[in-house]
């Protein structure tokens, strides 16, 4: 009997010894994974100086306006940028974002609240200003971009630096150049050098781009197109990337091809039609071609101006 308690007391030490030693051998690599899972993550500075921790891999982003450059890295946001309701938003990325809920331009706590971000990432300081930066980061890690990424190719780069896709990002930027080159050559060998204009009309309300902004850059600058003169003349006293150009004005543009943007569903038939503007070189050789709104000419991107770059190939060097 003495032998059995014994036997017992001894089996049942070496139990428990086991279990004790079962537990000291979790404590270190619990506390090694939580080591390895903070230095995952990043921390960058933004543009007004907060420190930002980055998930290493978030899965909930919203970062509004910033949609081309995030497809363009192959990142699906939880919710993409939209104004009045949802009813306007990017359609020319509407392949990629169909299923994706919209988000007001305005970011309102509620709604970004709603989708249970991992991060977001604000385009400029503007949208964060006063309280709000505070209220958006209590929600989730809240990253800030300054006016220095208005360029769309940095914008390009510091989205891809944010999200830890730097070579991605540079692997785009060379790609889109690469397409632009082929299409500059591809339009000298067939029309030249010519001069051409992009105009916004809004109920029959002419706005013309600037030639260093939006859809300028990429016929200026990508494409080697010529500005006409009533182009850098508004385009040196403008204050954004689209100006408003009276009809007695546009009457002096000599640009020999006219791209339209229409904010009418009518179109610019009214507009083009004015015998004002008769004399116009595009209008005179029927060199006008005209977008809906729903098209990319009002945005910039590596998504948004290749389907531009798209665009003039297929109306001038067809």
């Known amino acids: 009997m003495a032998k059995f308690l014994i036997k017992n007391v001894f089996l049942a030490g070496i139990l428990i010894i086991s279990i004790l030693l079962a537990a000291c051998g979790e404590q270190p690599s619990s506390s090694a994974d939580k080591t390895n899972e903070e230095s995952s993550n990043r921390v960058l500075t933004d543009s007004i100086g907060h420190e930002v921790t980055i998930p290493k891999n978030p899965q909930r982003i919203i970062a509004p306006y910033l949609e081309d450059h995030l497809v363009a890295l192959g990142i699906k946001p939880v919710a993409q940028w939209s104004v009045k309701g949802g009813t306007s938003i990017q359609n020319y990325l509407q392949d990629s974002l169909k299923d994706i809920p919209t988000i007001e331009f305005d970011l309102p706590f509620e709604a970004v609240t709603s989708f249970n971000p991992d991060l977001v990432v604000i385009g400029s300081p503007e949208t964060a200003e006063g309280e709000k930066y505070e209220q958006y980061s209590k929600i989730a890690p809240t990253y800030v971009m ?8 940095n914008k390009l780069l510091k989205v891809g630096e944010i999200f830890n896709q730097t070579d991605r990002a540079k692997e785009v930027l060379a790609h889109y150049d690469q397409f632009a080159k ?12 010519p001069s051409a204009t992009v105009i916004w009309n809004m109920n029959n309300t002419i706005y013309m781009v600037s030639d260093t902004a939006s859809s300028g850059v990429v016929l200026y600058e990508d494409l080697g197109l010529q500005a006409p003169m009533l182009v850098k003349e508004v385009s040196a006293s403008a204050a954004g990337n689209w100006s408003p150009v009276s009809l007695e004005k546009f009457v002096q543009i000599d640009a020999d091809y006219l791209f339209v943007i229409n904010s009418d569903r009518a179109g610019s038939s009214e507009l083009l039609n004015d015998p004002l503007l008769a004399n116009i070189p595009a209008i005179k050789k029927g060199h006008v071609y005209e977008f809906d709104q729903s098209s990319s000419w009002l945005y910039s991107g590596a998504i948004a101006n290749r389907q531009i770059i798209q665009n003039v190939l297929d109306s001038i060097a067809k």
Not at 182 to 193: C, P, T
């Open 146 to 153: 300054g006016t220095e990424d208005n360029n769309w190719r």
């Open 182 to 193: 082929e299409a500059k050559e591809e339009i000298d060998q067939k029309v030249g050098n």
